[in-house]
């Protein structure tokens, strides 16, 4: 059974950072694609960025030069450090997986495993 975790979200000021984090366990998988997407109140869930077993990243055009992902397979786990946040980042941040490499596009469809969320507040 699949289990996605996340922690690390928070409230922090515009311009500030915070770095999330995914612990995944039983993603029995050596080719995989993992990600972040975000739900801001009232819209759509939307991709952040994604990482395959590979290495290749994809991100959104609104976090390029912002926001990074990486992960740590020995610790079976997945990052996102984010910096200058701006108040339109507020959103329920979810970490997300599946069993075959990235496509290079941020579709939810496309993954099957979802972690419960952590939030995510930039004030002004």
């Known amino acids: 059974q699949v289990q996605l975790v996340e922690s690390g979200g928070g409230s922090v000021q515009a311009g500030g950072s915070l770095r999330l984090s995914c612990a995944a366990s039983?993603?029995?998988?050596?080719?995989?694609?993992m990600g972040w997407f975000r739900q801001p109140p009232g819209k759509e869930r939307e991709g952040v960025t994604i990482?395959?077993?590979?290495?290749?990243?994809t991100y959104a055009d609104s976090v390029k030069g912002r926001f990074t992902i990486s992960q740590d397979k020995a610790k079976n786990s997945l990052y996102l450090q984010m910096n200058s946040l701006a108040p339109e980042d507020t959103a329920m941040y979810y970490c997300?997986?599946?069993?075959?490499?990235?496509?290079?596009?941020?579709?939810?469809?496309?993954?099957?495993?979802w972690g419960q969320g952590t939030q995510v507040t930039v004030s002004s």
């Open positions: 990482i395959g077993s590979n290495g290749i990243t």
């Open positions: 997300a997986a599946r069993t075959f490499l990235c496509s290079g596009t941020l579709t939810r469809a496309e993954f099957r495993y």
């Open positions: 039983g993603l029995m998988s050596s080719t995989y694609c």
